[in-house]
């Protein structure tokens, strides 16, 4: 296969997944904004791109507006990815092989998707966590819990990026830490940054200056926790269940 015709069939790869993701989701506007916020692209670039009033994007992602068809979200789909393509493609070359591999497997202790997503302050409640860096607040869509021994030694940054599953928009905790510099430096080298970090096991005293001042710098809110590992995940896993519920 030519170099072309890979980046093509990546690209028809991605849209697939995000054009079905969308349409199958219960809540196709919430689904719309997260991959939208994946690719950090403005709702007033998509709106030019495509020749509409600002107001429609906003509209279907808030669910003011009529859920959108398959074939408005695949045109929106499209100017997400050709957007991005236009740029760099930077997004949609993070994304090549995000399926986990076995390797990368080995270093997630579990990982969830919500459907709606959770604030910053909930997910600190739910943890018992401690803000170390406030940042820029996003929505959370779900959130992974990493090895950071096996994810920082033995994965390349390719393999790295892997961890994020589909979607950016998640809290990324991290395990076995004994600073905090560790994964945030991990976390610097790579194009996709998450919407937060965890580090399990330290207070927040034990954070180390620089691991906060790299947070501070890629503008991503860090919290600190000693909550137990299992009482953790399972408060995290009872909320996307209340979520299913509701």
């Not at 997260?34 to 107001?55: C, H, M």
């Not at 994020?164 to 991990?186: D, L, Q």
Request: charged share 25%; aromatic share 8%; net charge negative.
């Amino acid at each position: 296969m030519t170099e072309d015709a890979s980046k093509e069939n990546l690209r028809h790869r991605l849209a697939e997944k995000m054009a079905g993701e969308i349409t199958l989701s219960d809540k196709p506007g919430e689904a719309l904004k997260k991959w939208r916020l994946n690719f950090e692209i403005a709702q007033t670039d998509i709106s030019s791109y495509l020749g509409v009033s600002p107001s429609v994007i906003s509209d279907y992602e808030s669910g003011r507006r009529k859920s959108p068809g398959t074939l408005i979200v695949s045109k929106i789909v499209d100017a997400l990815i050709n957007i991005d393509s236009e740029s760099g493609g930077h997004k949609i070359h993070a994304y090549e092989g995000m399926l986990y591999s076995d390797q990368v497997s080995k270093a997630v202790y579990a990982t969830y998707e919500y459907t709606y997503p959770m604030q910053l302050a909930k997910l600190a409640t739910l943890i018992e966590a401690d803000v170390a860096n406030r940042g820029v607040e996003k929505p959370l869509y779900g959130f992974t819990v990493v090895d950071s021994k096996k994810a920082i030694l033995e994965l390349s940054s390719h393999e790295f990026q892997k961890l994020y599953g589909w979607s950016t928009e998640r809290a990324m905790i991290f395990t076995k830490v004994s600073t905090g510099k560790s994964p945030m430096v991990a976390i610097r080298v790579t194009n996709l940054k998450p919407a937060a970090v965890v580090l399990h096991g330290l207070s927040i005293r034990e954070v180390d200056p620089m691991a906060k001042k790299m947070a501070e710098v890629d503008r991503i809110p860090l919290l600190a926790t000693t909550m137990d590992l299992d009482e953790l995940i399972e408060a995290l896993k009872h909320y996307s269940q209340y979520q299913v519920m509701e």
